[in-house]
């Protein structure tokens, strides 16, 4: 099982930057995904999430500037960061709960953050 987040960086205020994390297929199938993020100091959030039905949710504080996406094809889920501020630096995590018809169900799994810092 591996999941593998990448895309982050450094950007300007109210630049963009896109996400994206590919997950094995044996978990992606059937799967919910969503993107957290951890600033320091803070607790990690839910900042967006998809259902295997390409359902979304999304944190208030990033409705309007951020799209999650999947790509059941591709086994990827993706996160478009527009008009990013400041306080959207934090490292992302993707995370993958396999559906009911995987051999994984049950478990969660998280990838390894990817870094993103919004500075000028």
């Known amino acids: 099982v591996q999941l593998q987040a990448s895309g982050g960086g450094l950007v300007q205020p109210g630049g963009s930057l896109k996400l994206s994390c590919a997950a094995s297929?044996?978990?992606?199938?059937?799967?919910?995904m969503g993107w957290y993020r951890q600033a320091p100091g803070k607790q990690r959030e839910m900042v967006a999430a998809?259902?295997?039905?390409?359902?979304?949710n999304y944190a208030d504080s990033v409705k309007g500037r951020f799209t999650i996406s999947r790509d059941n094809a591709q086994k990827k889920v993706y996160l478009q960061m527009n008009s990013l501020k400041p306080e959207d630096t934090a490292v992302y995590y993707c995370?993958?709960?396999?559906?009911?018809?995987?051999?994984?169900?049950?478990?969660?799994?998280w990838g390894k953050g990817t870094q993103v810092t919004v500075s000028s």
């Open positions: 995370k993958v709960v396999p559906g009911p018809l995987s051999i994984y169900y049950g478990m969660t799994y």
């Open positions: 297929g044996s978990i992606f199938s059937g799967s919910s």
């Open positions: 998809i259902t295997s039905g390409s359902s979304t």
